[in-house]
């Protein structure tokens, strides 16, 4: 038991002790999303949990359910609500949730939480959801609480999407479905990939602007915005050293002064 | 791939495929609660993610992502606020999570959905939640979706209960991290059990009310609202066998008008 | 006017003398829902209005207009939207309106309130609201407030049951406009009670989950869940005194610390 | 029971008779409103149920359960939060109640819908409730649905006005809790009005605008905002006589084309 | 820049040096509202902006952006939704947006606000809008906040009423789109005003109730609900020199003690 | 009046035949912000406004009020809550004000909608709105219903920015307050700029994520997140061109099929 950090794998007395210790709490937001033909849908609750999972064991943090249903997925940077399995949330509930936990949170103590964000309509309402828990905590009382929010493409350093990218990086706006998401799942749940299935019929060229009802064929029909050409397991792993690496930087520095 | 039934670890084309051959949809509701000394406090999404899992097999169906967060937990049946550990959201937001995702599966055609729930507080709010999705989608155009609504402990037949219990069945009111819960996750996830940690001071003396601020005294301090002594992994199997078969029939009957 | 313990009732120099004076406030909770052929749709209000009228002349408390319109009835609980006459509102709705009038008697002194609940589906959401009370108020402010949530149907004594029901208590699930609340009537509003008109169709054989859309014929058609037969006014007065006497001992011991 | 309006007062199979039959439905709107040291808080309560169940009689109708919450009482409309006993609750709360009352009725098949306020603050909120409902029911669904919104003191005559001030009638604006009021409620409820109690401290001047906070002295201390002399159960009689008989007119001219 | 009293034409470390040195905000409400064949829709605009710029002047004050859209328009006060043009927002709406800006103004220590309505139907939304920042910011701490709410038509003298209507005023309740709105328009942007193209076909005869669905003919067919004749520029000074005296008076009492 | 073309100059029955006429309606939405200690806080309201009035012009469009309270300015977006003046309103009141007024505009037969947005912060809430007003309206009734959703800066062509940015364009990210917004100030309303009063104190350095509570010295004190040096009304008016002559192309494709 003493090496787990899944919050909800712990007895509650457990949970206490870490609490008390000062045990940072890492909430990750992820989505059920559409990542193309060749990964399962889970790709944005994957990643930020094992990142997060990585970096609570080497900080001594807790991991909090990861709350599996995004903000509404948009045709530019996801695909859109036209893919079939793709679960969408509104904006208001989707930041409701994060307040309520935060809030919760609070009450037991909590006074250091990671907000790891893993889909890209998550940011506002994510950011949302942390105003609304400080506003009904009250700014003047929570003067003891800090919130870190990170979204984990934001870690990447630009060495390693040089590595990644030998012939040029596409930029963050094509990378849904492609070969970022798709070398770290073949790193952490190559199972759920199966690149045989990929299609190349992207990159998506988007309009610089959206339309309702949504013009038919916006998204390439595969939902990969870019390519999953060059995607491995190795590049997979690069990318996750970085964001943990990182995260576990930017943790130990805000919350305990350390590097 | 074939062998898949939680819908997030589908590439979006299976997931479409499997929801136009009228696969029913499992929506399981859990919660992080504080289950005693010797259990973990995932125990609410334990249990109805694998009786899901289980009958989705049998029936062709589909397990939606499990939402974690349960609405408040109640002295009287969960212990209450008072257990760190235990996160809380409200019963607005709960509601409003269910009434988003069943919208958004109706929207993707689903016409079959089952919640499955796994936490006694989520009662009503699921149930809240139900009517918001249909006032939403509109009764009148939603004549062709059926939604059932489960909670699994109904599931267990009388005679279950009598094997479980040879000295008499306490009654579901107290069953809270109990031998019934314990017995399942003995069943399911023994990792996460830990029999020698219970604390045997039950069953807890409930007044007949509730009073706000919560007496000090209210919940044992445990946690166990009853007893575990008795508790092992072959009666969980048998609780789970009555779950899993009674919601096998009755989603055949409603849905496929089989037996 | 002194005899008076409806708050609506008293000029507001007369509310004030008494709310200064420590006066307990009672708050019922009801409903407008069938009651079966032979019975009035206000059944959840008559009862717990009348309880708290005996109550607050014992305690020198100040009963509160009651609300009148109850969260979703529910088939298993009560008959469900199926029956004519029977007014829903939603959880939501519910929850505000208590939070909103706890909050306003908070604002104005009191510290002492009795939320009393004579309507099943109010449960939950008369939890939350008072719950979002406190949370409006500031549970760090609300130290001197006390709030009692009672339903009444819990203060009865088995012995009182077993007096009523000779032949055995069937059981809380089915109580919806049978012997209990029918005697109860008939001690109360007999002209509300017309006993040879109901029918004897139940009791009620209800599925144990919930179904959407509801099957047509789930609750017996007279809207009785269980019988009628052996109701009289004299059982009505016992469960009534039951009633009476053990809210006024809790209302005393838990704000007066008397017995 | 034949000759009962209430709706409340019906069993299920009556009310569905009634509707069936196009029984126009009452919802009376009132207040928990301080109004002066000589009467009862509940006036606004007290005075459209008791129009609504003289036209209801008249015209087949039902009444449903009043609403005895109102929204926030306003210093220059009714003495405001500053005055114990009266309860406010808030805007959206308010509507909220209306818009539920209202869908339900709707899908009870009501299609004849009175809304009789008593209030001022209410005015602005029952417009909103009415609106939302028919949001909620779809404006081309509902063409079907006719739903009046009546202030009673809109409906007194001048003439009886002039009857009632002999001497010129100070306006509306302040007759809170002054001969208007008073009169009706000697007329209806004389055991709540004790006119030796009142005092002459107005008639109120107050600002032609608001201040937050609120000025200390701005309400005259007896609540009264004009004179109680001159009240008297005989002009309590004429003003009630005009409301019921023009609201009768309306019914019976909007609902049944008669006169 | 020194004269420059808009808010929003500021950059921010003058709004900060205003605000340091006590400056109240106006915060004018308007809406987007038909007034007749012969005006522009902004009128409700045009006038508290214009008289919270010329007041704003004089009292060192700031004016922030006006608020454009208006609370739900009724037929007997301006014509309703039947009008193109009109756009309405729900009172729930429009209540938030003056919570948020009042929370923020005092966020950024503005303790004297001015909240100046130009449009009839926000007058209770806006009241509502006040008290719920009040609750957000706490009451107890809000003691240093101070809150005038006006309606301009308010502030207009008997003696004015008489100079402008020398054969009797009409009355506030007729006075949307003509001669008092018709003449500040006049005066302030002539340009806007096409006394040419007004329809006499008032003055409106309401009916003292309202109706859904609206009666056809309810408003008379041009918008205007009283008459434009005799309007002018000139009268228009008159009404406007009235508003801008009184309401320099009221915020110099309330806000700095002088007169 | 033929040549206005903001909706609330003009009298209704113009609107009502321009509409009729199939004008598409913009709506700009802007913030009041910081923007450096050289320009005013009005510069996402001045630049959406002026681009949607020259492209009514060209298009036979109509202007609707611009909202000119954005939602929550962000620090690294543009500068945070820390800047005095800067107003911010949450995520869901923003939403529901662009919910309300596409409804209403739908309701008024107005069929064509450019959701012209200038603030960064308002892409989330600005999406999130037109969804909830495609749910209000039901997204099957509304199949006649188009809106288009542009963020002006996504207009600026690349040969543009080379242009403006010899040295290279430093990325949209820090373009606050910077080279391409003085620039379009200074063609615009060059009155509410002063160069000489830029601090060159950026550009910011920020950290790849969020913060609570906020770094004192996240933002540079000039709350320039760039530069200004460069800046000219000159290059204002080149990508002001860009933005005017794109959006008239999207307008006149999407809606009028032409080019």
Redesign the interface.
Known sequence: ?RDRV????????E??KR?AAGAPVFLPLGS?E?????????VD?VIPTAIAETVARQVGGLV??????G??S?PRTGGG?A???????????F???V???IC??Y???VRRIVVLNGHY?N???S??G???A???I??ER??D???????HW??VRAQTLARVFPDGYPGIELEHASVIETSMMLALRPE?V?LG?ALHDGPAQF???????RPADEVPPS?VLSLTEGSSAEKGRWLLDDCETRIAE?VKR?FFRGA
Do not use: C
């Open positions: 038991m899944f919050l909800a794998e712990l007895p509650w007395p949970a206490e609490i059920t559409q990542h193309g033909h060749h990964m399962a849908m889970n609750v909090a359910p990861t709350i599996a249903y903000n509404r948009q609500p893919f079939p399995g793709t679960i969408n949330i509104t904006a208001h509930t930041s409701l949730i307040k309520d936990v919760d949170l009450r037991q103590k309509e940011i506002g309402p950011i949302e942390i105003e609304l400080l506003d009904a009250g700014r929570a003067t609480l800090t919130i870190l929010r990170i979204d934001e870690m759920l199966d299935k309009n610089p602007y959206d339309r309702y009802p939902g930017i805000e």
